[in-house]
Structure formats: structure tokens, C-alpha cells
């Protein structure tokens, strides 16, 4: 069956960097656009960024343009979220998923990863 494995999360200081990784199996990953989606204490799960297929068209949260850099590597089967920068606000549990079409909203999405916590403090 279709896996989706999140690494990478931590406690880190604001301004700090982190990379998160999120390992794929049980699907032909590079058919897939990928996405990874963010939730925080009482709010509902929201968009960070999404990357196409082949890895060539990117699409990122205002929140996040210019931090995060979302990449992937299929023969790896993986995707990562590079992140800078880092602030308080981007304290969240963070989610891959998977999509068969470039999507930004979470129901669009078909598989999850369990989800990785990111914590910065201020």
C-alpha cells in the first residue's frame, strides 16, 4: 500500500534552518505531484507548497515564499522542504500528500504522511 514517511522535524530557534523529508513507497512516485500542507494547534490544516511531477514547476503559501524551497527526487522517491529563515508562526505539524494534479487545498490531496512537528521558538 501506499507509505508516505515525514523526517526532519525538530525544535530549532527562530532564524534557524531545518529540511524536512518525506519518503514515498507503494506508488509511482514520479507520476505524482506532491504537496506539503502544515497544521497548528486550532487551526485547520493549510497549504506550504506543491511541486509537479517532474520537479520543474513550483508553487508556494505567501507565508512561505522566499524560506522554503520544496524539492524532490524520484529516484529516491523522496520530496523535501527546505526551510530558512524560520519564525515562530511556522510552528505546525507538517504533512506531505500526494496529488494527481497540481492542488492547493488539502482535500485534493489522496495520501498522508503521519506528519513531522516543527517547533521554533521565539
Known amino acids: 500500500q501506499v507509505q508516505l514517511v515525514e523526517s526532519g522535524g525538530g525544535l530549532v530557534q527562530a532564524g534557524d534552518s531545518l529540511r524536512l523529508s518525506c519518503a514515498a513507497s507503494?506508488?509511482?512516485?514520479?507520476?505524482?505531484?506532491m504537496g506539503w500542507f502544515r497544521q497548528a494547534p486550532g487551526k485547520e490544516r493549510e497549504f506550504v507548497a506543491t511541486i509537479n511531477a517532474s520537479g520543474s514547476t513550483t508553487y508556494y503559501a505567501d507565508s512561505v515564499k522566499g524560506r522554503f524551497t520544496i524539492s524532490r527526487d524520484n529516484a529516491k522517491n523522496t520530496v523535501y522542504l527546505q526551510m530558512n529563515s524560520l519564525k515562530s508562526d511556522d510552528t505546525a505539524v507538517y504533512y506531505c500528500?500526494?496529488?494527481?494534479?497540481?492542488?492547493?487545498?488539502?482535500?485534493?490531496?489522496?495520501?498522508w504522511g503521519q506528519g513531522t512537528q516543527v517547533t521554533v521558538s521565539s
Open positions: 500528500a500526494t496529488s494527481i494534479a497540481t492542488m492547493f487545498r488539502a482535500p485534493d490531496y489522496n495520501y
Open positions: 507503494g506508488l509511482i512516485f514520479r507520476r505524482y505531484v
